[in-house]
């Protein structure tokens, strides 16, 4: 009998932590893994390569050091998957036939249809984009001693999510050391971070939200909030104040107002809403049961809340074990399971050695609550890595 084909889309969290699952489970199927990049990154620590704190070679690491050649590795960029015949249509013009397809293409940065936004600002999705920001931010303040102007040392961030906030810290952290390195006035560089909604942090009790912000405001952020941003032009941000249309200069704009699942769900004609398809419990798309869609191409309903889980790498995580089993119950014709999923808690950092946390009901901040994050984004390596390429990152040390 001809061996069933199963092909999985995407190498991030919940695309690669399948393919491990699949590769410890020795099936009688044919398995292949699609990606644009022959590596992983870790996607939660883009904004440390976008602010310049960390190196794009220490957050990602060569898939071939996981993926096994029982997997048939291909490295290309999926444009379409065309449910009707089974197959999945590659950039090369490659087509790619599956019995089961897992959708886990992840998330693409999210302009809301803003104008300019695309031209004029930085967005933080993958390593190419945050090392961009990054080159421009450094550039940028590396050029006021020829140029004099003071837009060269503004850096305007648009919206205050976690991206925006993580960012902001590892930012904050870093320019007194890159004053000194590339030699600019510090005390004249103006960071601000405008937000569309009317608080700050709003997932957090306000006892941390204000530890954070308070941080932030002393290392010289300016939050200006409830102010919807309206248009992106070439340095500058334009946004609404009340009745008043506003706008604020800044040579660097980076553009982290949240964000939509890939592309290839909408152009391959899946029902969803900024790129998320609302999967059923045991994680496939209503009319094709052959097809599990995961990650943050994903919606999946919190019966608790009534509204959709966010996009996080734990729930992607998580999303990929209910996969792996329900793949082998699939080829088996035995029922799937549904995926539950009960939040660890939630963390956000300031920089080095600051977060603040809310896991199991209880409130930590400071050193402890950044110890935690680390140690949540080191397990999530080991989920999808391997303990060596752990120990290759370096990633034991939680002083820095
Ligand atoms: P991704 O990680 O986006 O992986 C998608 C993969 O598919 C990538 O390898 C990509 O190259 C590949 N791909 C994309 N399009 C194509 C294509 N057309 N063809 C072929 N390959 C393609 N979540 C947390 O839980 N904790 C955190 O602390 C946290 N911090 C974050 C910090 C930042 C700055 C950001 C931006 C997000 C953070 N998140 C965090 C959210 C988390 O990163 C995402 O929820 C997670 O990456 C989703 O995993 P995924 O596997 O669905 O997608
Ligand atoms: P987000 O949706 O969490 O935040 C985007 C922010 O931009 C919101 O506060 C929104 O009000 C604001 N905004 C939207 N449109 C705006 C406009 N026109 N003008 C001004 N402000 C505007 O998105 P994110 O921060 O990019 O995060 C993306 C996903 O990744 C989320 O699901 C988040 O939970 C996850 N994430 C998690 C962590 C963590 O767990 N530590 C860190 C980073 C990202």
Redesign the pocket.
């Known amino acids: 009998m001809e061996k069933k084909k199963i092909v999985v889309l995407g190498a991030g969290y919940a695309g690669l932590r399948v393919v491990k699952g699949l590769q410890k489970k020795n099936l009688a199927a044919e398995i292949t893994l699609i990606n644009k990049n022959d590596y992983h990154y870790e996607s939660?620590y883009l904004?440390e390569v976008a602010a310049g704190t960390n190196s794009a070679t220490k957050i990602t690491f060569d898939l071939k050091s996981v993926v096994q050649n029982t997997v048939h590795f291909i490295q290309d960029t999926v444009t379409k998957i065309e449910k009707e015949n089974k197959t999945v249509v590659l950039q090369s013009g490659k087509k790619v036939a599956y019995d089961y397809l897992v959708v886990a293409l992840g998330?693409e940065?999210?302009s809301?249809n803003?104008p300019g936004v695309e031209e004029n600002s930085f967005s933080?999705v993958d390593i190419p984009t945050a090392e961009a920001a990054q080159k421009h931010l450094r550039q940028k303040l590396a050029n006021y001693t020829l140029s004099h102007d003071e837009n060269d040392l503004r850096i305007a961030v648009?919206?205050?999510?976690?991206?925006?906030?993580?960012y902001l810290g590892e930012l904050t952290n870093l320019l007194p050391k890159l004053a000194k390195e590339i030699h600019f006035p510090l005390e004249k560089v103006k960071i601000t971070c405008?937000?569309?909604?009317d608080k700050?942090l709003?997932?957090f009790p306000e006892n941390l939200s204000e530890y954070a912000i308070d941080i932030l405001k002393k290392r010289g952020v300016t939050f200006l909030v409830g102010?919807?941003?309206?248009e992106i032009k070439q340095g500058t941000v334009l946004?609404q104040q009340g009745e008043d249309r506003k706008e604020i200069s800044a040579n660097t704009i980076i553009w982290?107002?949240?964000?939509k699942g890939s592309c290839v769900i909408e152009n391959s004609g899946f029902e969803s809403r900024r790129g998320r398809v609302m999967v059923n419990a045991d994680l496939t798309v209503p009319e094709n049961p052959e097809i599990f869609i995961i990650g943050?191409v994903s919606a999946v309903m919190d019966k608790t809340t009534n509204r959709p889980y966010?996009?996080?790498?734990?729930i992607a995580l998580k999303q990929a074990d209910t996969v792996v089993p329900n793949l082998v119950a699939k080829l088996n014709n035995q029922p799937t399971k549904e995926f539950s999923y009960e939040s660890a808690g939630?963390?956000?950092?300031i920089g080095d050695n600051e977060a603040i946390a809310e896991v199991a009901g209880k409130h930590f901040k400071g050193y402890i609550a950044s110890v935690m994050?680390k140690g949540v984004a080191d397990k999530s390596l080991l989920q999808v890595g391997t303990p060596s390429v752990l120990l290759k990152k370096g990633r034991f040390d939680f002083y820095h």
């Open positions: 939660t904004h998330f940065s999210e809301f803003i933080l648009c919206g205050a999510g976690f991206t925006s906030i993580e405008i937000e569309a909604a700050l709003p997932m102010t919807p941003i309206k946004y982290t107002t949240g964000v943050d966010p996009t996080t790498a734990q939630t963390v956000c950092s994050k």
